[in-house]
């Protein structure tokens, strides 16, 4: 008798699949990837559309009380009555409840504005100096207090967490993070256009004419040659061009019959 | 020319799952191949496992055969996948396969060189190699180390034995 391990028969390895195929493995992955996001995305949209309904702008503001105390704790960030007051005004024109913004001026030399949680809208002394007139500081307050109306500071939190979950759980996919950075691009330029029409709308409720929105634009457009800023295709940026801000706004402003005639008030907050 | 150097990430990306995909099938079928023909020819080389020798088991030899072979790219994109979504990897399933059954070729080789004609109680061992410091790294790379060993020898022939 001849000794010897039996004939192995490949077809018959138990101990690999022998019906999948790798493509059609990562279809059906990529297909479980697909619904997933979608899943998601549905969730995030859920949440981001019910959220001014479930959590009231007065209870944003109980809950984020220590974003204005930790702002006023830089020495360069003042409240500014005179502001306060004009925000208060156009309050009025965009159905904000009353008392539901605080605005301070920020001295550092930047040529911006933002709107964070709780209600507060800081505007840097670079900006302000230079807008040529009250009513283009109007358009910037009224932008900023759009996102405040439209909860954008929260929205772009719960968008932001949930995706961060998201990512987390697929680990170091780093073109993911790059898909999903891209969305969060365009969410922001949307929510840019909502309060830009915000801003028409007030300024127009305040003045009668929607010059400060435009004098803002072109003052934007002068900070950005100024920095040079690098001209990135629209969609790898938070903000919208401003030439077509320019005529989104314009838009509005025929819409509703807003003149355009040429801001007159002095703009009180320039510093020489 | 912004969004090519935009999308670079993805463009390579995409290019080596292609690479990797096409060059991990053909290894695969190349080392299956290779193996299928080894182990036609070692195959009277018996690998048995039992408790007492046989008798007339001699010249006894330690015999090892030890084999490092990593995943490609994309079969690790496709683990990475499962490590999610869950399921039977099977991607990895024939890295394996391939892994103990060249690391048994490997030992038999061995094995075959001492003019040994049985290997008893062979054993595996089996290794990811990776960065053990770092939980996430420790099989990051998809590649695996087995090591087959056992006891080499040759059946004394009946004859000798009664003399």
Known sequence: MKLEAPKFDESQNPNISHDTSHLGELRAMLGYLLLTILLVWLLVEAIVWSLPYTVSLQRERAWFSFVGKHLLADESIKHDPNMQELADQLAVHMNLPANSVDVYISDDDTPNAFATFGGNVVLYRGLLNRLPNEESVAAVLAHEMGHIKHRDPMRGMTRNLLYSVFAAAFGSEAQLHNLVHLESLRYSRELEYRADAEAVHAVVGQYRSAAGVTDLFRTLQTVEQEYKVAAYPTWLSTHPATAQRIEHAQTIATQIHATQTPAALPNRWQKK | MDWLIEFSGWI????????????????????????????????????????????????????????????????????????????????????????????????????????????????????????????????????????????????????????
């Open chain 2, 12 to 163: 390579i990306t995409l290019v080596l799952l292609l690479i990797a995909f096409f060059t991990g099938n053909r290894n695969e079928k190349k080392h299956y191949e290779s193996i299928l023909r080894r182990e036609e020819e070692l195959r009277h080389i018996m690998v048995v496992l039992v408790r007492k020798p046989p008798k007339n088991f001699c010249n006894q030899h330690l015999v090892r055969g030890s084999v490092v072979i990593s995943s490609n790219y994309f079969t690790r994109l496709l683990a990475g996948f499962r490590n999610f979504f869950g399921g039977n990897i099977s991607a990895y399933e024939t890295l394996l396969d391939r892994a103990r059954r060249e690391a048994v070729l490997r030992m038999k080789e061995e094995a075959a060189k001492m003019g040994s004609s049985m290997i008893i109680n062979m054993k595996f061992e089996t290794t990811t190699l990776g960065n053990i410091h770092d939980p996430r790294q420790q099989a990051a790379n998809g590649t695996v180390e087995v090591l087959a060993y056992g006891t080499a020898g040759k059946l004394r022939k009946k004859e000798q034995s009664a003399a």
